[in-house]
């Protein structure tokens, strides 16, 4: 484990477990802002898998940490993701990833994939999204109308009248979720975890339903991690992620040659299978598994799934 220096007051957190002669394997955690956690990786197979985890910028045991309201998020991008992803790569001296991502680790994954195909052997992703301004708007204005009462208290928490309905389309979500980021940056400290507690609630809401999955998830975290975590949430996406809108759908046949799979959950409210599907039909050679007893947070058979999955992706980069 160590401290990679991003080179402009960033410090990012990076650990390694496995064979170090097994398939290079990054992990690439969610939210953004969630930070790979305790045991990230522990699924793959230590003898297959040389496994490198890192914590994103200003999350996890990443420096300086989002809920320090001086940490300049200016310089958290997505572009800073990817040149973080590059550099760890070339300090750790790994010639290509096999990476892992799920849910926002997916957007960034295929980013990452996208700029850099000739540097990944293969993905497994999970909970598939690609950030695009339809798939925010759903997570946080679409995903209303299976919980309008939470979705509500969501938008009256800044006061956003405005936004009437979630069967409207509009103003454009990214003024609600501007709207949070402001109380994440504002300098009064009882502001920004009253801001997040909203917020996490109705990430919370969308997933009460998983009874295989783990409702509950986003709001059991420490104070600090909550602020971070939705700090860095409502800076990305009040931002489109900050990605150009479909890009990376669009330009997923750059993947073309790369093995992936693609496995999704059908009950998946905060994002529906529509994205997933897209992608594997925009990506020569991927192969999309949708699991019917699973939502965004997963179960038991897609745990299983994954496992299948890797080992038929190790047979493929080994072979």
């Known amino acids: 484990m160590g401290m990679l220096d991003a ?22 955690h969610g939210g953004p802002g969630s930070g790979c956690g305790v045991g990230a990786g522990r699924s793959l197979d230590p003898e297959r898998f040389r496994v490198i985890a890192f914590d994103q910028r200003n999350c996890g045991r990443s420096t300086p940490h ?4 001086a940490a300049d998020m200016t310089l958290n ?9 590059e550099q760890l790569r070339e300090h750790l001296g790994v010639g290509k990833y096999l ?3 799920a849910s926002w680790g997916s957007t960034l994954s295929l980013a990452y994939g996208e700029q850099y195909p000739g540097r990944v052997s293969g993905m497994l992703l999970g909970s598939v999204t690609s950030t695009r301004r339809a798939e925010l708007d759903w997570l946080y204005r679409g995903g209303g109308r299976f919980y309008p009462e939470a979705w509500e208290r969501f938008r009256d928490y800044v006061g956003a009248a405005e936004y009437r309905s979630p069967l409207d389309a509009e103003p454009p979500i990214e003024g609600l979720l501007a709207a ?3 109380r994440l940056e504002d300098s009064d400290p009882q502001v920004r975890p009253e801001a997040a507690k909203a ?5 919370d809401a969308l997933i009460s339903g998983e009874r295989n999955g783990s409702p ?25 992620g900050f990605l150009e809108d479909g890009a990376l759908i669009r330009d997923a046949g750059k993947l073309a040659g790369i093995p992936g799979v693609l496995i999704h959950g059908r009950g998946d409210v905060s ?49």
């Open 216 to 240: 509950g998830i986003y709001s059991d975290q420490l104070d600090d991690e909550q602020v971070a975590f939705v700090r860095i949430c409502a800076h990305y996406f009040s931002n489109d």
């Open 180 to 182: 949070y980021y402001a």
């Open 66 to 69: 989002a809920s320090d309201p």
């Open 99 to 101: 990476l892992c991502g």
């Open 271 to 319: 994002g529906p299978a529509i994205t997933a599907w897209d992608l594997a039909n925009a990506w020569p050679g991927s192969e999309l598994i949708v699991i019917e007893d699973s939502g965004h947070t997963g179960s038991a058979t897609m745990r299983q799934t994954r496992l299948a999955a890797l080992d038929r992706l190790y047979a493929a980069i080994t072979s």
């Open 77 to 85: 991008t997505t572009q800073h993701l990817i040149r973080d992803m």
């Open 7 to 28: 080179g402009d007051g960033n410090q990012i957190y990076w650990e390694e477990r496995g064979n170090p002669d097994g398939v290079p394997a990054l992990i690439v």
């Open 199 to 203: 917020w996490l609630a109705w990430e």
